[in-house]
């Protein structure tokens, strides 16, 4: 059964491959990789988050000079008109995620509603 199930979701993957949500977001993600500085800042962003992330989950409390250069970094970041395009269709496929996480996931709210 675990099986079928994990086949199904690989098909559900190339379905959500192919919709305009996804093609959206891979079009704006490579457009923005076409202007350097957007891309660069872009990635500069994401490590940082990702350095934030792992502090935070470790317990450690972030520095104001680290919140600083967060804010400071995602205010550069935000400039760039690829950056808000790829963040506008981020939200869309997040959204649609959702949409299916919910669908996914009604059996058991099912469930526990009775």
């Keep these: 059964m675990a099986a079928d199930i994990l086949a199904d979701a690989k098909t559900m993957a190339d379905t959500f491959k192919a919709t305009d949500e ?52 995602a205010t550069k970041v935000g400039n760039f008109e690829e950056v808000k395009t790829l963040m506008q269709k981020e939200e869309a496929v997040n959204n649609l995620l959702n949409e299916l996480n919910n669908e996914i996931t009604k059996p058991i709210q099912d469930l526990y509603r009775d």
Excluded at 31 to 54: I, L, S
Aim: net charge negative; charged share 25%; proline share 2%.
């Design 22 to 73: 996804f093609k959206g977001l891979s079009d704006a993600y490579n457009v923005m990789k076409e202007n350097q500085p957007a891309f660069d800042t872009f990635k500069q962003f994401q490590n940082m988050q990702m350095t934030m992330q792992q502090k935070q989950m470790q317990g450690a409390e972030l520095s104001e000079q680290e919140m600083n250069d967060v804010r400071e970094l």
